[in-house]
């Protein structure tokens, strides 16, 4: 992988021009804290707790959360019932011994027709309406992204992924997506551009709330040397440059297309030692 200084997104684009599961589950394990108001910056495991809709790699889902404390202690227990909706598969589990402050949920089984397995669940901490995770089978990862029942958009229909030249949506070799970072507004724009009649494509995330911006470029000859998984998760173990000084860099651990739906994109990245969600929506026609 060639990755190359950004350019800003105007010379680019100039040069582009040519709730709770059942009543009868919660009593079932006692009495459930409620979640504390969302929109807020929080760390709180509490926030968890609700009804989520969204995208399981690009199929409709539903995910439902009862947060229950495990006294004496201070941790917390989380029971978990997921539903995919196009398949109509339902699946459940639990995780224990969860910390009060955590925003991230590692290590979910969850079982029913088959077995699922999350290695993660990011709750988004600037804006607990939205959480995002990854699972994972035969060792590939698979995205997931949510927001609360309460303030979910309409699900957006797409066909399946088919190739990196989705990304930049040939002809207008330009799209845009709109969502968050950590629940902070956001914005990810990808260009393919040339530079001395090569072909290239960069990705650009803003994150509107702060007014800052990232970049990172790939030749497109490499790009398009990848296997389709990589692909549609170009970013993995990048490490995106601010595209004005200031800012320190962001690492991305991961920022995967749906690969059934890519009007969905969701990851995550690392800062501190810690994984921070994010998740978006295509607001560019699909070629």
Known sequence: MAAHQPISRRTALKRAAGAAIAAGAASAVGGVTPAAASTLRLQDVRAFHGTWLGSYDGRHAKLEIVAQQQPPSSYYTLFLKFSELERNETYSGYVQYVPLNAHEIRNITLTGPSTLSWPNLLLHTWNTDYLSGTSSWNGVGFPMSFSRSTVAPP??????????????????????????????????????????????????LTDLDRDTAYAA???????????????????????????????????????????????????????????????????TPLP
């Open 217 to 283: 470029t790939f030749l497109d000859v490499d790009f398009g040397s990848w296997s389709m998984d990589r692909q549609r998760n170009p970013l993995a173990g990048v490490t995106m440059k601010p595209v004005r000084p200031g800012p320190e860099p962001k690492y991305i651990e991961s920022l995967y297309w749906h690969s059934w739906n890519p009007m969905y994109v969701s990851g995550a990245d690392i800062w501190q030692g810690g994984r921070y969600g994010m998740s978006f929506v295509r607001q």
């Open 155 to 204: 699900f957006a229909a797409g066909r399946p992924f088919r190739g990196y030249g989705d990304w930049y949506s040939p002809p207008h070799n330009h799209s845009e997506y709109a969502g968050n970072v950590d629940g902070r507004r956001a914005k990810l724009e990808v260009l393919k551009y040339w530079v001395s009649g090569k072909p290239q494509t960069q990705f650009t």
